[in-house]
């Protein structure tokens, strides 16, 4: 029953995030809003509504260990398994230029949530901190944006537009955001039970298995979001689309989730996976800095790096 908890979960979480996503999309659309700011933030970040709410349910049963571990093993992934397979899909062009703001931002957010975590526990005053950051970074890339042109524009535009455009009808639009966030409050219940009771039955620690089964299964709107901007020929998007991510869990979640309910970090976490998340940023930010591009090879050693990384843990579980 557990596994099937895991898997009706991980069903309902990604289906109630697309439609969440999706509904909200059209919603806007409908109301005018421009592709800029849908791209930036209803895909974006709606890509991430599976994490923050699996996140926020595990903080309130009293697993503290699946909640960051979701978050930490989700940026882990993101980068060395998503962007991994992006990039072996067909090598990813990077604007060096938008690049710089938005690197800038991961690197101070990843800082940030590694500082917090080395506290031992993320209280409400500092989620109030990574909240407002995370505010601040939204409307000030939104006020530059719009006032001029760039690059870093027409990604988040181009985000917008990686969702087909179906005429706009209110009502059914309506329907479908409230059905997806249903559907993923659900999903994420059932997923937080069933990892509960996976890690009992197997006799693995809960931040074990947040890392590896719920981190990656929550991670698969941004996987899809990422192949479909490559298959499309727009690979900075799916570049993007992990930077986006990755700011929105550390800033974003934890700082909802430790607002909620002050987060307690375990020790595994602090001894090791925060490490391996710094070193996948600075791969992240290397790769795409070094020839403006991320290469076939490269993504071959993101991808090995994350089967090590998944073999590690199950070795040591």
Request: charged letters at 10%; aromatic letters at 6%.
């Given at each position: 029953?557990?596994?099937?908890?895991?898997?009706?979960?991980?069903?309902?979480?990604?289906?109630?995030?697309?439609?969440l996503?999706?509904?909200?999309?059209?919603?806007?659309?409908?109301?005018?809003?421009?592709?800029?700011?849908?791209?930036?933030?209803?895909?974006?970040?709606?890509?991430?509504?599976?994490?923050?709410?699996?996140?926020?349910?595990?903080?309130?049963s009293?697993?503290?260990?699946?909640?960051?571990?979701?978050?930490?093993g989700?940026?882990?992934?993101?980068?060395?398994?998503?962007?991994?397979?992006?990039?072996?899909?067909?090598?990813?062009?990077?604007?060096?230029?938008?690049?710089?703001?938005?690197?800038?931002?991961l690197?101070?957010?990843?800082?940030?949530?590694?500082?917090?975590?080395?506290?031992?526990?993320?209280?409400?005053?500092?989620?109030?901190?990574?909240?407002?950051?995370?505010?601040?970074?939204?409307?000030?890339?939104?006020?530059?944006?719009?006032?001029?042109?760039?690059?870093?524009?027409?990604?988040?535009?181009?985000?917008?537009?990686?969702?087909?455009?179906?005429?706009?009808?209110?009502?059914?639009?309506?329907?479908?955001?409230?059905?997806?966030?249903?559907?993923?409050?659900?999903?994420?219940?059932?997923?937080?039970?069933?990892?509960?009771?996976?890690?009992?039955?197997?006799?693995?620690?809960?931040?074990?298995?947040?890392?590896?089964?719920?981190?990656?299964?929550?991670?698969?709107?941004?996987?899809?979001?990422?192949?479909?901007?490559?298959?499309?020929?727009?690979?900075?998007?799916?570049?993007?689309?992990?930077?986006?991510?990755?700011?929105?869990?550390?800033?974003?979640?934890?700082?909802?989730?430790?607002?909620?309910?002050?987060?307690q970090?375990?020790?595994?976490?602090?001894?090791?996976?925060?490490?391996?998340?710094?070193?996948?940023?600075?791969?992240?930010?290397?790769?795409?800095?070094?020839?403006?591009?991320?290469?076939?090879?490269?993504a071959?050693?993101?991808?090995?790096?994350?089967?090590?990384?998944?073999?590690?843990?199950?070795?040591t579980?």
């Amino acid at each position: 029953m557990t596994f099937l908890f895991v898997l009706g979960g991980l069903i309902a979480l990604v289906a109630g995030g697309d439609l969440l996503v999706r509904g909200a999309v059209n919603l806007a659309r409908s109301l005018s809003v421009p592709p800029l700011v849908i791209g930036l933030t209803l895909v974006g970040f709606g890509t991430s509504a599976p994490e923050l709410v699996t996140s926020l349910q595990a903080a309130l049963s009293g697993s503290p260990g699946l909640a960051v571990g979701n978050v930490v093993g989700s940026n882990i992934g993101n980068v060395l398994l998503i962007l991994g397979i992006a990039a072996l899909m067909a090598p990813i062009a990077v604007d060096t230029r938008a690049l710089w703001r938005d690197g800038a931002v991961l690197a101070g957010a990843t800082a940030l949530g590694m500082w917090a975590m080395t506290q031992g526990t993320i209280g409400r005053a500092t989620g109030a901190v990574f909240v407002l950051a995370l505010v601040a970074y939204v409307f000030t890339t939104l006020v530059l944006e719009r006032r001029r042109a760039s690059e870093t524009a027409a990604i988040y535009t181009a985000e917008a537009d990686l969702l087909a455009q179906h005429p706009t009808r209110t009502g059914r639009d309506a329907l479908l955001t409230i059905a997806g966030l249903v559907l993923t409050v659900l999903g994420a219940r059932y997923l937080v039970q069933g990892a509960v009771g996976i890690a009992a039955s197997m006799g693995v620690s809960e931040t074990v298995i947040g890392l590896t089964i719920v981190a990656i299964g929550t991670s698969m709107p941004e996987l899809v979001t990422s192949v479909m901007a490559v298959r499309r020929g727009e690979g900075a998007v799916a570049l993007g689309n992990v930077i986006g991510s990755n700011v929105f869990n550390l800033l974003g979640i934890l700082g909802i989730t430790a607002l909620v309910v002050p987060i307690q970090v375990p020790a595994q976490i602090l001894n090791v996976d925060i490490w391996v998340m710094a070193a996948a940023t600075v791969a992240l930010l290397v790769f795409a800095t070094t020839g403006a591009r991320v290469s076939r090879r490269e993504a071959g050693a993101l991808l090995a790096a994350y089967g090590a990384y998944l073999g590690w843990l199950l070795i040591t579980a």
